[in-house]
């Protein structure tokens, strides 16, 4: 009997270590999932972040699963001015950030936002990803950059009629980066404030309009505010996505493939939404709120184009120490007379 029994408590420990083997095979042949957060800091609905989620979705998809991605909008992983910082830290994986809010620290890729008149997101997009190519900033040492991309040309969004340099003079007006010196050639004056405060600031009299490109005036609603638009076309924002670098060499080859396989589809991409976007946003503002849209003429343009040509000359001079700043420019200019 006793032999019975130990017979058939061996068989019962024979059948559950067996049972364990084969859901530890199971589990084993399951594939590892490569957890990434991905930090921006506008909101959801601004351009930069709706490019974030169509890299999320095209990563997960392009890997079949084994990458998934977590995004944060709206400031809330990292800010803008802690992007590049918090990613090399390891605080996000990935980041996006706007690299004329930190001017000297990103000089060659900032010569994108010197006034050279480029005439919309897919062609500043592709102009700013053969810079970097070329000339491998060493700001970008400590990451790997995924993709780079540009906005839209600026233009002045006011609540009264700009239709001259007259008109201009002694208006404040909401901007960032380098356009300072553009509205100041022009006799105006910029005020630097989150996007997220101007309606308040428009409201109160504090500034008498903004800055940027156009849209702005569907995402933020400034076209309830802004009845008039002057367009300049003048100077544009530069974006990189960076990656943490010993993130991204700890990645499989077959997913570091895919990343780098959609860096200039993705700056493609981009710079496509986000013309058509500016186009929708004119016309909302056009039929839903009659918003002016006002035109200068040829002679205009020559004479407030006139003004910002010591930009670009005092650019290459505070830069060329550091920077080859003469030729930067040069190229830049060519990239634009070259055909798409």
């Known amino acids: 009997m006793k032999k019975y029994v130990y017979a058939i408590i061996c068989f019962l420990l024979v059948c559950v270590c067996l049972n364990g083997c084969k859901k530890s095979s199971t589990a ?3 594939p590892v999932v490569i957890s990434l957060t991905y930090a921006n800091f506008p909101p959801a609905s601004t351009f930069p972040c709706v490019q974030m989620e169509r890299w999320k979705t095209e990563v997960e998809k392009r890997t079949h699963g084994k990458v998934a991605v977590k995004t944060f909008s709206g400031g809330t992983l990292l800010d803008a001015k802690d992007m590049m910082d918090g990613v090399i830290a390891g605080q996000a994986d990935i980041g996006c950030l706007c ?3 930190q001017p000297g620290r990103f000089a060659v890729t900032n010569a994108l936002a010197l006034p050279f008149g480029i ?3 897919k062609t500043g ?5 053969n810079l970097y190519n070329k000339f491998n900033p060493s700001e970008f040492e400590q990451v790997k950059v995924l993709t780079m991309f540009t906005t839209a040309p600026s233009n002045i969004m006011s609540r009264k009629a700009v239709r001259t340099l007259a008109d201009i003079k002694g208006m404040s007006l909401r901007a960032s980066g380098g356009a300072g010196e553009i509205l100041q050639a022009w006799g105006s004056n910029m005020v630097g404030m989150p996007m997220s405060a101007t309606p308040e600031a428009l409201q109160k009299g504090i500034v008498h309009g ?3 490109s156009l849209e702005v ?3 933020f609603s400034y076209a309830e505010l802004c009845k008039y638009v002057t367009m300049t076309d003048t100077s544009i924002y530069p974006f990189a996505v960076v990656m943490n670098k010993q993130k991204f060499d700890s990645l499989p080859d ?3 493939k895919v990343f780098d396989d959609l860096a200039a589809e993705q700056m493609q ?3 496509e939404y986000m013309d058509n976007h500016i186009a929708e946003a004119i016309e909302f503002s056009k039929q839903q709120h009659q918003v002016e849209f006002i035109e200068l003429t040829d002679e205009q343009k020559a004479e407030w184009n006139k003004l910002l040509e010591p930009i670009i000359e005092k650019w290459i001079e505070d830069n060329k120490a550091k920077i080859p700043a003469e030729q930067i420019v040069s190229d830049l200019k060519n990239m634009m007379e070259q055909p798409e």
């Open 28 to 30: 084993g042949d399951q």
């Open 99 to 101: 690299m004329a809010y």
């Open 119 to 121: 005439k919309d997101a």
């Open 125 to 129: 997009s592709k102009m700013l990803w």
């Open 210 to 212: 903004l800055f940027s």
């Open 217 to 219: 005036m569907k995402d």
């Open 254 to 256: 077959d997913v570091k």
């Open 269 to 271: 991409w981009t710079g």
